[in-house]
C-alpha cells in the first residue's frame, strides 16, 4: 500500500508530463499550466483547474493534439489518484471531459 506521500508525488510526476509531452511532442507550451503546478503544487493546481467554471484554454488545446489523456481532469480519474481528490471534483472532472468533450479516460471506472 503506497503512502499518501507516494501517490502525492507520482500525481506530481503525471502532471509535470501533462506538461511536457506536449511541449516536446506537439510544440505547445502550456506555460499558465506550468505556473500553476509551480505556483500551487499539481494537487491543488488541478483541484483549482477544475473547480473554475471556466473551461481552461489548455483542456482545449490538448482536445485539439488528441491528447486529453494529459489533462488534470483525466489524470485525477486514474484509481490510484482517487483519495487525493474528492468524489465530488472528481465528478465535476468526469462531466467536463464528457459533455464539452466527447471524452472518456481510459481509466475511468466511473466512481
Known sequence: ?????????R?????WN?????????????????????DYGAV???KNLIES???????TKLCDIGRLDLSAEALILKPEYKDLFTTELRKIAR???RIHYEYKAPWDTGE
Open 95 to 97: 462531466q467536463r471531459l
Open 53 to 59: 467554471d471556466d473551461i481552461p484554454y489548455g483542456l
Open 18 to 38: 501533462s506538461y511536457s509531452i506536449p511541449l516536446q511532442k506537439h510544440h505547445y507550451n502550456a506555460h499558465i499550466f506550468r505556473q500553476y503546478i509551480e
Open 1 to 9: 500500500m503506497s503512502s499518501l506521500k507516494e501517490v502525492t508525488s
Open 44 to 46: 491543488q493546481a488541478a
Open 11 to 15: 500525481f506530481e510526476k503525471d502532471m
